[in-house]
């Protein structure tokens, strides 16, 4: 709780909230007069150093056309747009709002409106492609200015500390939603008034976004490269998509919207002793996974993970529920199906738990390093994975989600994440995945997935290997923006209140 006197003439547009004139924000940003310049949002679009653009709701009936993104609020984790969005729209549903919208690489998207995920931001980069963006986010981009801020500073300022404080002084509850609303103008952007400090910012900042780019390509083109491995035997595909420098391995690589997993309406014939657990749904059935299974057989061995877990190469657990008076408590994380992306878990999942709890927890759950947690319930999220690095070891996780952990030399823990994130095997999660109640999930339906394990010990290691570089690179470049945002604005010193 802050506390404070307010005279009744520094009241604004009626607004009583106490957190909307936070003075330690306001006592920061005064501080940071000697080396920032420090700017509103909306003064910026009034001196024509800043355009602003919201998108538009194109409508449900255009979800799940194709496979160009439309991006939501939850389509911007861990500062970076989802590789697959959880909704794509045709050619001709981009056509008709892509010229509107105009976006650009180098434009900033700012989530205005939800709650959580307000504030969250991303730039656009090259490799993202072609894409739309719904009307929750604001559209920043910098214009020729004579202050010295370009999309890289803009992005640091709208990142930092001092910033992100702001926005969660200034959002508001619209119906049943938080929102920044018109007060995106009241955002502060602070610059640096030293040039060199400018130019050393901006060229960090973008060097580790391209970094993370390039390797969400890598991402985007995985599944499609990984069939081939399977079915060639060797990793050739693969090694292009990570490592190639020539024009077809530089070119975009879309991943197919997470819609576009469900698959399409298929008929075929069945005879009734091939019916299973008295289970009548077609895609369950789908036999076109059967087809390349069977064809993977020659280089791979075919196996469940029901039958890896009876030999002993993986263990499962499920998470716990903590329940929602836990939640806020702490800062220990307590990972729930919306906080991975990308591979990786995000960095600031939505709940933190204290450390009493994160103690009473932590040896039912005994999550470790190199951990894979695996989406068991959630519709679109059903079957995203990541894998748990060591500064994310020290969390708990929900009951949606299944830690599986190798046990095996022979199936390692990047092999493992690589097989898991094969199209052939995200494609098994989507016919496995049923309705309980009112949220999908994979029940104990996981098990009955196969895992197309290579038979060559060199293709394993060079699987597990290409795997472990992108996945360490891009959390390494996560890291590294973290550590420049922390940097940016307020002295180490001074600390702002949670």
């Not at 009936?61 to 609020?73: K, M, Q």
């Not at 500390?161 to 929102?179: G, K, M, N, P």
């Not at 991943?255 to 289970?279: C, H, L, N, T, Y």
């Not at 469940?304 to 836990?326: C, F, P, Q, W, Y």
Request: include cysteine; hydrophobic fraction near 40%.
């Amino acid at each position: 709780m802050i506390s404070f006197w307010l005279s009744p003439a520094e009241v604004r547009d009626a607004t009583y909230i106490p957190k909307y004139y936070s003075p330690e924000v306001d006592a920061l940003l005064d501080d940071l007069a000697r080396d920032y310049e420090v700017f509103s949002v909306a003064e910026l679009v009034e001196a024509g150093a800043l355009e602003l653009a919201t998108g538009h709701e194109i409508g449900k009936h255009a979800y799940g056309t194709g496979d160009i993104p439309f991006v939501r609020t939850s389509d911007i984790p861990n500062w970076e747009i989802k590789v697959a969005s959880k909704q794509g729209v045709s050619e001709d549903v981009y056509r008709e709002y892509s010229a509107r919208q105009d976006v650009k690489p180098g434009d900033l998207l700012l989530v205005r409106d939800g709650t959580y995920l307000v504030g969250n931001s991303a730039v656009v980069m090259p490799e993202d492609g072609d894409l739309i963006y719904q009307s929750h986010l604001v559209r920043m981009r910098v214009l020729p200015n004579s202050i010295g801020l370009d999309p890289y500073l803009l992005f640091a300022s709208m990142n930092s500390a001092i910033t992100q404080a702001r926005v969660r002084a200034l959002q508001f509850t619209a119906d049943i939603i938080d929102t920044l609303g018109q007060r995106v103008g009241e955002l502060p952007v602070i610059v640096q008034r030293d040039e060199a400090k400018r130019l050393e910012t901006s060229r960090i900042v973008r060097r580790l976004l391209e970094r993370r780019a390039s390797f969400k390509r890598t991402i985007a083109g995985f599944g499609a490269a990984m069939e081939q491995v399977l079915l060639d035997g060797d990793d050739a595909e693969l090694s292009k998509l990570v490592y190639g420098d020539d024009d077809s391995s530089k070119k975009h690589h879309r991943a197919p919207a997470v819609s576009s997993e469900m698959g399409q309406f298929q008929a075929f014939w069945k005879s009734s002793d091939g019916i299973r657990g008295g289970i009548y749904l077609p895609t369950y059935y789908d036999v076109s996974i059967d087809r390349e299974l069977d064809a993977m057989k020659d280089n791979c061995e075919l196996i469940t993970i029901n039958e890896l877990v009876e030999r002993g190469d993986l263990t499962l657990s499920t998470g716990h529920e903590v329940g929602k008076m836990a939640y806020g408590t702490g800062t220990y994380p307590f990972l729930r199906t919306t906080d991975f992306s990308n591979w990786e878990i995000i960095h600031n999942p939505k709940q933190g738990v204290s450390k009493e709890i994160f103690d009473d927890y932590r040896r039912k759950q005994d999550l470790r390093e190199l951990d894979v947690l695996l989406v068991r319930d959630g519709t679109y999220l059903v079957g995203s994975s990541c894998i748990v690095l060591q500064d994310d070891a020290e969390s708990l996780y929900c009951g949606g989600l299944i830690r599986v952990r190798s046990t095996s030399e022979g199936l390692d823990p990047f092999l493992l994440f690589g097989l898991l994130n094969s199209y052939i095997v995200k494609r098994q999660f989507r016919t496995k995945q049923f309705t309980r109640d009112v949220i999908d999930t994979l029940g104990q339906r996981v098990l009955e997935v196969v895992l197309p394990v290579p038979r060559s010990p060199e293709l394993r290691t060079l699987i597990s290997g290409l795997v472990e570089t992108v996945v360490r690179a891009r959390v390494g470049a996560r890291v590294s923006l973290r550590e420049v945002f922390d940097a940016y604005g307020p002295a180490e010193d001074r600390t702002l209140a949670s």
